[in-house]
């Protein structure tokens, strides 16, 4: 089992920066791909990024690509998403999720409980 929980959500105007951390605990970390999605309301929940376990390869979506970084701290066991540039399009529900495989579908193991991200215009 891994624990995944996410931190770092809020509120934040248009153009504005957030970094969301990702905590993971159980297993070792090192082991994992992980990926950062999110769910709008009344929408299905799409990826945002996933980054390799070593950390060497990352992937993002269309829409984030040049806006968004992931990253991961393996001697702290965190993943995080710095988020720049902000639109009200990005505003969700953002959830970290862990693999044994990078993958840009929903198919991870473990899911956090999500981190509420809303962009004002």
């Known amino acids: 089992q891994v624990q995944l929980v996410e931190s770092g959500g809020g509120l934040v105007q248009a153009g504005g920066s957030l970094r969301l951390s990702c905590a993971a605990s159980?297993?070792?970390?090192?082991?994992?791909?992980m990926g950062w999605f999110r769910q709008a309301p009344g929408k299905e929940r799409e990826f945002v990024a996933a980054?390799?376990?070593?950390?060497?390869?990352?992937y993002y979506a269309d829409s984030v690509k040049g806006r968004f970084t992931i990253s991961r701290d393996n001697a702290k066991n965190t993943v995080y998403l710095q988020m720049n540039s902000l639109k009200p399009e990005d505003t969700a529900v953002y959830y970290c999720a862990a693999g044994p495989y990078i993958v840009t579908t929903n198919e991870y193991n473990y899911w956090g409980q999500g981190t509420q991200v809303t962009v004002s215009s």
């Open positions: 159980g297993r070792t970390f090192v082991n994992y791909s």
């Open positions: 980054i390799r376990r070593s950390g060497g390869t990352t």
